[in-house]
C-alpha cells in the first residue's frame, strides 16, 4: 500500500506518532494539521469511531477492504470481535516483522516481505497479508542477510523495548516462530477496538 500522505502530518491527524522518526515532530506539535489544529476540536460520536477506525488502519498500514475482511472474519468467531479482530491483524506476516524486529517500521516490514527478502517453513512469501499459524517459522532468506537493512536489524536495533511474548526470536539469526497466537493485551496497539465494532456495526 502506498500512503501519498506524509506519516509526520498523518500523525498529528490521527494523534499518535506512527514511526520512530514522527516522535519528535509530533511532540513538537501534538495537535492537527492545518490552520484550525489548535481549536477546540468538536467531536461526534461518529467522528470519534471513524478515527479510532483511522487509527488501527494506519498502525498496520491497511486499505479499507483489508480491515473490513478482516473485521467480517473476526465476527464471524465465537469470541469478542474486537479482540479478535486485533488478533487476525497481528498475524499478518508484515505485522510479525515488525514485532519480531526485522524492520524498523510498518512500512519497512511490508517492503521487505514484497521484495521476498523473507521465507515462511522454508517457502518465499511475498504477501504482506499472509496469515501465520502457530508453528510457522519467518526466517530472512540467505541471499539476503548481507543486505545493510538486515545486518542492523541482526545487531537487535530494531528489538522495541516491550517484546512480543508470542514470538520466539533469534535475532541474530533472523529467525523468529509464532509459538502461538497473541492475547490482545500483549499487542501493542493503540485503540480501542469496542469503538471498530460499533463503527463497522452500525
Do not use: W
Amino acid at each position: 500500500m502506498n500512503q501519498s500522505r506524509p506519516k509526520v502530518r498523518l500523525s498529528r491527524a490521527l494523534g499518535m506518532p506512527l514511526t520512530p522518526k514522527c516522535v519528535k515532530y509530533f511532540e513538537r506539535r501534538p495537535f492537527p494539521p492545518g490552520q484550525h489544529g489548535r481549536s477546540r476540536p468538536k467531536h461526534s460520536d461518529y467522528k470519534v469511531r471513524l478515527l479510532e477506525k483511522q487509527r488501527l488502519k494506519a498502525q498496520y498500514n491497511l486499505r479499507e477492504s483489508q480491515l473490513r475482511h478482516a473485521f467480517d472474519r473476526a465476527a464471524g468467531r465465537p469470541g469478542k470481535t474486537g479482540e479478535e479482530l486485533i488478533v487476525d491483524l497481528e498475524t499478518r506476516l508484515d505485522a510479525l516483522v515488525l514485532r519480531a524486529g526485522f524492520a524498523r517500521t510498518i512500512y519497512q516490514a511490508r517492503q521487505v516481505v514484497t521484495h521476498q527478502h523473507l521465507t515462511v517453513n522454508g517457502r518465499r512469501v511475498d504477501r504482506p497479508s499472509a496469515r501465520l499459524r502457530p508453528g510457522d517459522v519467518i526466517q530472512v532468506a540467505e541471499r539476503s542477510r548481507q543486505k545493510a537493512p538486515f545486518v542492523v536489524a541482526a545487531a537487535g536495533a530494531h528489538v522495541g523495548e516491550r517484546t512480543a511474548p508470542y514470538l520466539s526470536v533469534d535475532i541474530s539469526g533472523l529467525t523468529a516462530t509464532l509459538v502461538r497466537l497473541p492475547l490482545r493485551r500483549e499487542v501493542p496497539v493503540l485503540c480501542d477496538e469496542q469503538l471498530i465494532v460499533e463503527f463497522y456495526s452500525r
